[in-house]
């Protein structure tokens, strides 16, 4: 009986979910036409009513740990869930995320990504993504920021082992920025897949920057390291039975 109630509960936030969506592009649109702070503050909204329904509607909190970065930084995260990208991005001051070319095209999310900056790839072609970008920031043509990178390339769920691809450390070398890791949970709460959502402590954790300079592989490393342990640590404090692949 309790898991049917929180299944009507987790479909009636997900329905608010994507019905919030479309209301809030649109009350933002004016600004957002002429000018991406426009389309920041829909964004930021966005997040804020998620993060605010979800806490309510199905008893899943969130928790944004440690120092988010101010300045321009590579963020590299964990990426388990939907809600760690609403999580990481109202976070961040001036956050845009490269994205899967696909994304590019979704009504609404598509539009608003292209808005604030987002890097849309080819996974095949990541390279010549990673060019453009730096070409147009080199050129005065994109703002300084955080930009968000999921080493494992996609949703990877709880307990999945999943290799770090190259694309991070080339742009940790090309950018000479800092790197700040990010370690989550979400995924025992919200899954990859489905429409049922647990209730409890969704966290995401900004963990202790990794400065520039260092070898690549050296980095790749550290950077694993860093987001793995962690994450495993924040899933361990909910009590909830982590599964393995």
């Known amino acids: 009986m309790?898991?049917?109630?929180?299944?009507?509960?987790?479909?009636?936030?997900?329905v608010s979910m994507y019905v919030a969506m479309p209301v809030i592009a649109v009350v933002y649109l004016p600004w957002a036409l002429v000018s991406p702070r426009g389309a920041y503050g829909?964004?930021?909204?966005?997040?804020?009513?998620?993060?605010?329904?979800?806490?309510?509607?199905?008893?899943?909190?969130?928790?944004?740990?440690?120092?988010?970065?101010?300045?321009?930084?590579?963020?590299?995260?964990?990426?388990?869930?939907?809600?760690?990208?609403?999580?990481?991005?109202?976070?961040?001051?001036?956050?845009?995320?490269?994205?899967?070319?696909?994304?590019?095209?979704a009504p609404i999310l598509g539009q608003y990504a292209w808005?604030?900056?987002?890097?849309?790839?080819?996974?095949?072609?990541?390279?010549?993504?990673?060019?453009?970008?730096?070409?147009?920031?080199?050129?005065?043509?994109?703002?300084?920021?955080?930009?968000?990178?999921?080493?494992?390339?996609?949703?990877?769920?709880?307990?999945?082992?999943?290799p770090y691809k190259a694309g991070t450390g080339v742009l940790y070398e090309q950018l000479g920025q800092t790197c700040v890791p990010v370690a989550c949970n979400v995924g025992l709460f919200w899954p990859k897949r489905g429409v049922y959502r647990k209730p409890g402590l969704a966290v995401v954790e900004f963990l202790e920057p990794i400065p520039p300079g260092l070898p690549r592989p050296v980095f790749m490393a550290r950077l694993e390291q860093a987001v793995e342990s962690r994450s495993d640590a924040l899933m361990a404090e909910t009590g909830l039975v982590l599964p393995r692949d």
Request: proline share 5%.
């Open 2 to 14: 309790a898991y049917a109630v929180q299944w009507i509960r987790s479909l009636l936030f997900n």
């Open 42 to 105: 829909a964004c930021f909204a966005y997040c804020r009513y998620v993060r605010w329904s979800a806490a309510w509607m199905i008893g899943l909190k969130t928790e944004v740990r440690g120092t988010p970065p101010e300045g321009a930084a590579l963020v590299a995260a964990k990426h388990q869930s939907f809600l760690d990208i609403l999580m990481i991005f109202g976070a961040l001051p001036r956050g845009r995320f490269i994205m899967k070319k696909e994304l590019a095209m």
């Open 115 to 162: 808005r604030v900056g987002c890097v849309f790839v080819d996974r095949g072609k990541r390279g010549l993504a990673v060019a453009k970008m730096l070409r147009d920031v080199k050129a005065g043509n994109t703002e300084p920021g955080q930009l968000t990178i999921y080493p494992q390339g996609t949703r990877i769920a709880p307990g999945v082992q999943a």
